[in-house]
T-cell receptor, first 112, second 113 residues
Framework: QQQVKQSPQSLIVQKGGISIINCAYE??????FPWYQQFPGKGPALLIA?????SEKKEGRFTISFNKSAKQFSLHIMDSQPGDSATYFC???????????FGSGTKLNVKP | GAGVSQSPRYKVAKRGQDVALRCDPI?????LFWYQQALGQGPEFLTY????????KSGLPSDRFFAERPEGSVSTLKIQRTQQEDSAVYLC???????????FGQGTRLTVV
């Protein structure tokens, strides 16, 4: 049973466009929702994270939108660049269990 | 070192062979995690240490998998009698404190033939 469901599996965006990746969860014990970026042959690197007490967090071109009632959160990449081409994972962690549950990943290809 | 270091980067094992994967966390980091990442999938939790104590090993898939962190720094993940389904990238992560930001290593790609 997958705790965090992620979509789409792959995404192609033109340079300068907006990339949107969505995740959904069921466990109400989750209280920390990070997004990780992974390049081939590398480990995941933290991109941006949010807690459920806010509905949006922005860092540069990256924004997380969080809908607590719907148990959904999404990553928006504005002005997407070819260098953003990577696999993106959403994840969730609970307030009483120190481990991450990851989504299945979205492979983003930003075309020049 | 500046980041989490894992060795070896690549390991090819014959089915039935035992393997040991090493993780050097960031110096001073209390928490250490092991994850397994199958090809094209997200990482899946294996086990968690706080200092030398293994607080959660609920993700270890079988009793062939064993992890240790005897002095609260370096950790080793051991897989006995490897099977083809063990082929994956094994990721180690560490954080300064429990529930803090986790930093991942580059992983060890294990291929069982």
């Amino acid at each position: 049973q997958q705790q965090v469901k992620q979509s789409p599996q792959s995404l192609i965006v033109q340079k300068g466009g907006i990339s949107i990746i969505n995740c959904a969860y069921e466990n109400t014990a989750f209280d920390y929702f990070p997004w990780y970026q992974q390049f081939p042959g590398k480990g995941p690197a933290l991109l941006i994270a949010i807690r459920p007490d806010v509905s949006e967090k922005k860092e540069g071109r990256f924004t997380i939108s969080f809908n607590k009632s719907a148990k959904q959160f999404s990553l928006h990449i504005m002005d997407s660049q070819p260098g953003d081409s990577a696999t993106y994972f959403c994840a969730a962690r609970g307030y009483n269990f120190n481990k991450f549950y990851f989504g299945s990943g979205t492979k983003l290809n930003v075309k020049p | 070192g500046a980041g989490v270091s894992q060795s070896p980067r690549y390991k090819v094992a014959k089915r039935g062979q035992d393997v040991a994967l090493r993780c050097d966390p960031i110096s001073g980091h209390v928490s250490l995690f092991w994850y397994q990442q199958a090809l094209g999938q997200g990482p899946e939790f294996l086990t968690y240490f706080q200092n030398e104590a293994q607080l959660d090993k609920s993700g270890l898939p079988s009793d062939r998998f064993f992890a240790e962190r005897p002095e609260g720094s370096v950790s080793t993940l051991k897989i006995q009698r490897t099977q083809q389904e063990d082929s994956a990238v094994y990721l180690c992560a560490s954080s300064l404190q429990p529930y803090a930001e986790a930093f991942f290593g580059q992983g060890t790609r294990l291929t069982v033939v």
